[in-house]
């Protein structure tokens, strides 16, 4: 069974920060998202890795992820209030016949202090 | 800008009622799913379909959920009798698997409360 951990939980930061949030995962896979959820509303897109060593970047967030590590990173650089929100990382469990339901982690609950 | 649609936005129901929660993928997307979302959790999937055909239903409750695809267009998911355990956030998402890829988007989901 696939197993999604992301760390930290819960992360509480100042604005102009940097931080990282990581995502392990227990199977092997080559697809992994990551997505922001703010609260009471749904999934958004944030960044589709398809390969090993695929790295994504978009404003102040950048996405990488190792297959061989079975790792993805969420980095954020100089933080800003509009970044509060929940952030998931969901993978492909390639099981094989055209099931491909997405298993997600917990979810990281940031929040960004002025 | 095409979007998942889902109705009802909220729900409220007593204890051993039956709800119903309706889906419609954006135009063209043959896969569709619905995941559950209790709060403070990550989705988990509970039924995938590819057109009107269930691919993957391995984590449905079946004594009590339903869920079909009749035309392989909108969905219907359906909890019969509830209970308050199925208080939760119902995410519906499609992607279009004819890429290389399974990007997945959400529609605004139905948040269900079972008194």
């Known amino acids: 069974e696939l197993k999604v951990e992301q760390n930290p939980l819960f992360l509480s930061m100042q604005e102009g920060k940097n931080y990282t949030i990581y995502c392990n995962y227990s199977?092997?896979?080559?697809?992994l998202y990551w997505y922001r959820q703010d609260p009471g509303k749904s999934l958004e897109s944030l960044f589709v890795l398809l390969s090993n060593g695929a790295v994504k970047q978009e404003g102040r967030l950048m996405a990488s992820l190792d297959t061989k590590a079975r790792l993805s990173t969420l980095h954020i650089t100089a933080a800003v209030h509009d970044l509060s929100a929940t952030y998931f990382c969901a993978v492909d469990p390639l099981s094989g016949g055209g099931a491909d339901g997405l298993t997600f982690g917990k979810g990281t609950h940031l929040i960004i202090q002025p | 800008e095409a979007e998942v649609a889902q109705s009802p936005r909220y729900k409220i129901t007593e204890k051993s009622q039956a709800v119903a929660f309706w889906c419609d993928p954006i135009s063209g997307h043959a896969t569709l799913y619905w995941y559950r979302q209790i709060l403070g959790q990550g989705p988990e999937l509970l039924v995938q379909f590819q057109d009107e055909s269930v691919v993957d239903d391995s984590q449905l409750p079946k004594d009590r959920f339903s869920a079909e695809r009749l035309k392989g267009v909108d969905s219907t998911l359906k909890i019969q009798p509830a209970e308050l355990g199925d208080s939760a956030m119902y995410l519906c998402?499609?992607?279009?698997?004819?890429?290389?890829?399974?990007?997945?988007?959400f529609g605004p989901g139905t948040r269900l409360t079972v008194l």
């Open positions: 998402a499609s992607s279009d698997l004819s890429g290389r890829y399974n990007e997945q988007f």
């Open positions: 199977t092997t896979s080559d697809r």
